[in-house]
């Protein structure tokens, strides 16, 4: 079955600042790539997502890569804030199937 | 639109009891999910429904773990006997006939 590595497990970074998260992915069947993100208690939102017919994404602040090749995508997060402080899961899925997640990155966005 | 709902928010039982959960999905919902986190990880897959065919419940331990969607739209998630290890936040979700899932707010289970 598909195995997703997330990575970091946690990251830090200064108000405005960028923030960077990568996963990889096992199965090369896999074609949709969604990001959550988490808030303490609350429910996962999916914040953005990519399908393999395509390489970058783009909504305001966010953004996400996929190298179809490498079997990795990112999610870019650019002039971070304070809101933007919480978990952050990929998955990925071959297509109507199953999603599979990676463990998460806790985002801390400092004032 | 209203989104994915679930009930109850919370709940605290003894090992041994049943326990149950309930998730009305998005309407127009097709699709539907029961996804188990556990603290500190990912959501899970337990079963995922289309309409009201279970076509993936791989990862359902159905010794003890059942559920159902009656008429192709809520679902039920039942537990019984529940043990210590079942402690963790049950989510649901749903989707229309394609990739996209949303969540509803889960149930956190802490058995006791």
């Known amino acids: 079955g598909e195995n997703v590595e997330q990575h970091p497990s946690t990251l830090s970074v200064q108000e405005g600042d960028s923030a960077v998260i990568k996963c990889t992915y096992s199965?090369?069947?896999?074609?949709?790539f969604p990001w959550y993100k988490q808030e303490l208690g609350k429910r996962p939102q999916l914040i953005i997502d990519i399908r393999s017919n395509v390489g970058e994404k783009k909504d305001q602040r966010i953004a996400v890569t996929l190298n179809k090749t490498a079997k990795h995508f990112s999610l870019h997060i650019t002039e971070t804030q304070p809101e933007d402080s919480a978990v952050y899961f990929c998955?990925?899925?071959?297509?109507?199937?199953?999603?599979?997640f990676g463990k998460g990155t806790m985002l801390l966005v400092s004032p | 639109e209203a989104g994915v709902v679930q009930s109850p928010r919370y709940k605290i039982i003894e090992k041994k009891q049943p326990v149950a959960f309930w998730c009305n999905p998005i309407s127009g919902h097709n699709t539907l999910y029961w996804y188990r986190q556990n603290l500190g990880q990912g959501p899970e897959l337990l079963i995922r429904?289309?309409?009201?065919?279970?076509?993936?419940d791989s990862q359902l331990p159905k010794d003890r773990f059942s559920a159902e969607r009656l008429k192709g739209v809520d679902s039920t998630l039942k537990i019984q006997p529940a043990e210590l290890g079942d402690s963790a936040v049950y989510l649901c979700?749903?989707?229309?006939?394609?990739?996209?899932?949303?969540f509803g707010p889960g149930t956190r289970l802490t058995v006791t």
């Open positions: 429904y289309e309409n009201e065919e279970a076509v993936d």
């Open positions: 199965d090369s069947a896999s074609n949709y």
């Open positions: 998955a990925a899925s071959r297509g109507y199937s199953t999603l599979t």
């Open positions: 979700a749903s989707g229309p006939r394609g990739y996209e899932q949303y």
